[in-house]
């Protein structure tokens, strides 16, 4: 297995397309009670042309527990990631949590992006009922863990749109074990980062000069299409696509569909100039 050390602390990775030094970089960053895996239908496709680095979040999967943390300093420790793994710069996915990751580090560290996807994310601050409710959660969940109960009726549709949860309800199952296995401190600390701590960054984003494709689900109850919107209208040339019968999880819901927007926009992004 494969760790990367950075400020807040070691963090588990998965590299493919691995080869030729000239190779464009793309990294993958998952959203919140999720893992890298979340990205295995897109890791193949991207693999053909570029080396993909898929990262697990700080707490989340098989990385340590961070310290208490903010979004900017994971931007800044995945900075460290690339400087360990020799990454001069890469195109940047990320999905809710790594979205907002993702933001911060064209912001932090321009130089350093060369094209983002931005998935099912958001650019503001929470609503405060939001906040008050996700706090809640926070800290249930670092005593007593995800219980299915609370998973089917709290979470469920959150995560994922009506129709996915009818006719794939494997994927919130195997969604409650994963988080369920993941340490508690580590999913309660980035919790508290990505719901509490998050600043907003929606007034900056026009300072972005890097291509970005940003997508969405129609059925995104996490963050509403409102807020890609929002997000495609302040970055300069950004293209914004939104997926039917999708939730806030577009990369295990519509693979197919996502893929059909992020391979080629990415192919085109990192093409030699």
Not at 37 to 61: C, I, K, Y
Not at 62 to 88: N, Q
Not at 225 to 231: D, F, G, M, N, V
Request: proline share 6%; net charge neutral.
């Amino acid at each position: 297995m494969a760790y990367v050390r950075t400020r807040l602390g070691r963090w588990f990775y998965e590299e493919r397309g691995e080869g030729a030094a000239e190779r464009p970089v793309v990294a993958l960053l998952h959203g919140l009670l999720f893992d890298g895996g979340m990205f295995r239908a897109q890791v193949e496709p991207l693999a053909a042309f570029a080396r993909v680095l898929v990262f697990d979040g700080p707490g989340h999967g098989k990385s340590e527990v961070p310290p208490p943390f903010t979004l900017e300093d994971h931007a800044d420790a995945l900075m460290d990631a690339f400087d360990a793994l020799d990454v001069r710069a890469a195109a940047l996915v990320g999905l809710s949590w790594g979205g907002m990751v993702a933001m911060r580090v064209a912001l932090r560290h321009p130089e350093r992006v060369r094209a983002l996807a931005l998935l099912d994310t958001s650019a503001e601050l929470e609503e405060p009922a939001r906040r008050v409710k996700y706090r809640l959660f926070a800290s249930f969940g670092r005593r007593f863990g995800l219980p299915k109960a609370l998973v089917d009726h709290q979470l469920a549709r959150v995560f994922f749109a009506d129709r996915t949860l009818r006719e794939r309800p494997e994927l919130l199952d195997r969604f409650t074990r994963a988080a369920n296995g993941f340490p508690r401190e580590g999913l309660a600390r980035a919790a508290i980062a990505v719901l509490m701590r998050k600043t907003e960054v929606l007034s900056r984003l026009g300072a972005i000069r890097a291509p970005t494709l940003v997508l969405t689900g129609r059925e995104d109850h996490a963050t509403e299409p409102p807020y890609a919107e929002r997000i495609a209208a302040g970055i300069a040339g950004a293209r914004l696509v939104l997926v039917d019968d999708c939730g806030h999880s577009s990369t295990v819901e519509r693979p197919d569909e996502v893929n059909a927007a992020l391979v080629p926009f990415l192919r085109e992004a990192l093409r030699p100039s």
